[in-house]
DNA sequence: TATGACATGTAATCTGTTACATGATTAG
DNA sequence: CTAATCATGTAACAGATTACATGTCATA
């Protein structure tokens, strides 16, 4: 079973909120979700793809007249598979792959597994930044002697934005911690 | 006439050295440039078409035995579109849909456009990247009353790469100053 | 002489984009 | 009544992924 991120995306809010097609539309063409499509060509085709998969179901609205407007849940097996992405290991390759997957799956972890799941996502991802980082360093230092001005910055670029994500994931990891010290301690 | 993300990069990197479909592949897989496909499914079609395109010519080199090996070098209509994708104006699109594309064009602008093209270049960029950034700082605010703990920080991780990348152009702006103030005085 | 790296390509399939099409409801 | 918005979809097309296929060259 392979799941584009779009149909990920899409479970992730359909596990938030039973939605229709435009509602899911509204919300990626109207937030910050707008890496994803709102193109009626894209959603409709992959909700139909989940339906069949089994893993949301869509009920036709009845009591509002002859507006047919179709909302969709997420299925038990649409959560587990949910479940199943968001927790799974971070690899070298998700984080190379660049922050936006990783945010998704970290966006709906807390609702969808708990806090020790989202936890435990953040000290994976803090695992696979690390040696990512230290790599990068590595090649920036063997780039800067040969590579003109504007090759330079742009690898410079790279390396301050994954500095900054591997900083968000260290006090990320910090306010996850002292939640379970109080959840801890109120026990 | 348009141009996937993958024929930019490559026109970018024959431009800066002919090569073979081969070589374009090993650059993609071993250095930070693994964003784009490596594989030959990907490379050889989409090298195809610019040669039909016009923006880059193929040679067989003849020269080493019978091993067909092809060398492909960028055309004048290459240049004159890859000068044309770096000098656009940056639009509020381009900066919502990540920093990988505009730094493609930044990593080339130099030797593409030459300095000052690339100063404009960062210009427009941080007129892009302005307003964007108060927009999310404004939603930021408006969804910090709402969102579970992990979709807050999820934001935020969104919104510290952002403020990084308009410092990491601001910086780099200050460079380039300095550069065009070097080139001037000693004119 | 057999293995692995070099080098190029094709075919099936999947997904997303673009553009179009349909019809219901609401506001002016 | 008509225009805009709500709501859902389809069809043609482009591009990427995956897997396969082919053959060369160097070296152990």
């Not at 509204?26 to 709102?38: N, Q």
């Not at 690899?91 to 990783?102: C, H, K, N, R």
């Not at 972890?109 to 000290?123: F, I, N, Y």
């Amino acid at each position: 079973m392979k799941i584009p991120s779009l149909g990920y995306a899409l479970l992730g809010l359909l596990h938030g909120k039973p939605s229709s097609g435009y509602d899911l539309r509204k919300i990626f063409s109207s937030t910050s979700m707008r890496t994803y499509s709102d193109s009626p060509g894209a959603i409709y085709p992959a909700l139909k793809r989940l339906q069949k998969q089994g893993l949301i179901v869509g009920k036709v609205e009845e009591g509002s007249g002859l507006r047919r407007r179709q909302i969709f849940r997420i299925s038990a097996r649409g959560i587990a598979e949910l479940k199943k992405w968001i927790t799974a290991p971070v690899t070298p390759e998700d984080v190379a792959a660049g922050a936006s997957l990783v945010m998704l799956r970290f966006a709906f972890s807390e609702t969808v597994a708990g806090p020790s799941a989202t936890l435990a996502l953040l000290r994976s991802l803090e695992a696979a930044l690390t040696p990512q980082l230290a790599a990068l360093r590595t090649e920036f230092e063997s780039l800067k002697k040969i590579a003109p001005t504007s090759g330079r910055l742009a690898f410079e670029c790279g390396l301050r934005g994954t500095e900054t994500f591997l900083h968000w994931t260290q006090s990320a990891i910090t306010t996850y911690e002292q939640l379970a010290a109080k959840r801890g301690g109120t026990v």
